[in-house]
């Protein structure tokens, strides 16, 4: 069974660029027609997809987000990074590394997908 792990810092500052890692094991991100995603949710909010990366290395974003949203790979290590830039306090939210089967995601979870466990994000000077 495919297992995801984010790590990352839990404070980020105003107007800094936010970095998160998410290690994969029990699966490759290389195999299988997944999308490797980035979703949050916020207080009282449901989930807002980011962005994915699939198995070729091809990228996925939310035009929401697009303008300040990177995603990429690291496949020596089986893992998938997120760059978000330019962070506001309105960013602070739960982050999620996920499995998906596929796109446009809604606003909540699909069984079958998986997910890490999140990592709690502030953004606050």
């Known amino acids: 069974q495919v297992q995801l792990q984010e790590s990352g810092p839990g404070l980020v500052k105003p107007s800094q660029t936010l970095s998160l890692t998410c290690t994969v094991s029990?699966?490759?991100?290389?195999?299988?027609?997944?999308?490797w995603s980035w979703i949050r949710q916020s207080p009282g909010k449901g989930l807002e997809w980011m962005g994915a990366i699939d198995a070729s290395g091809s990228t996925y974003y939310s035009p929401f987000l697009k303008s300040r949203t990177s995603i990429s790979r690291d496949t020596s290590k089986n893992q998938f990074t997120l760059q978000l830039s330019s962070v506001a306090p309105e960013d602070t939210a739960v982050y999620y590394c996920?499995?998906?089967?596929?796109?446009?995601?809604?606003?909540?979870?699909?069984?079958?997908?998986?997910r890490g466990q999140g990592t709690q994000v502030t953004v606050s000077s």
């Open positions: 029990g699966g490759s991100i290389l195999s299988g027609y997944y999308y």
């Open positions: 996920a499995r998906i089967r596929s796109l446009p995601y809604g606003s909540s979870w699909l069984p079958g997908d998986y």
